[in-house]
């Protein structure tokens, strides 16, 4: 699976952003799917994941509440919609795609895409 992440960029603190993440290769729904992000020194972290269907979600709790993940396994593409971004939310967005439950530790991630650049002025 072949991952390309778009839709990032500069934006005011409070503002939103939707991030997008289109697959192509093997078959899209045969893969849970996930966004994590690494800000500048620091490790990557898991930001949110949705399960092959759609039908689950998972977050991390410091974006719980302010951003949603969806996917069109239709369009092979994977969304972000961050809602009332924080200075703190500034980090490249990375999709990836890999078994479900992989996000403590992205062991069970098989593919990454390359990364989006967003930036959250205060």
């Known amino acids: 699976v072949q991952l390309q992440a778009s839709g990032g960029g500069l934006v005011q603190a409070g503002g939103s952003l939707r991030l997008s993440c289109a697959a192509s290769g093997r078959t899209f729904s045969n893969y849970a799917m996930y966004w994590f992000r690494q800000a500048p020194g620091k490790e990557r972290e898991f930001v949110a994941a949705i399960s092959r269907s759609g039908g689950s979600t998972y977050y991390a709790d410091s974006v719980k509440g302010r951003f949603t993940i969806s996917r069109d396994n239709a369009k092979n593409t994977v969304y972000l919609q961050m809602n009332s971004l924080k200075p703190e939310d500034t980090a490249v967005y990375y999709c990836?795609?890999?078994?479900?439950?992989?996000?403590?530790?992205?062991?069970?991630?098989?593919?990454w895409g390359k990364g989006t650049l967003v930036t959250v002025s205060s």
């Open positions: 990836a795609a890999g078994s479900w439950r992989s996000w403590s530790d992205a062991g069970g991630i098989t593919y």
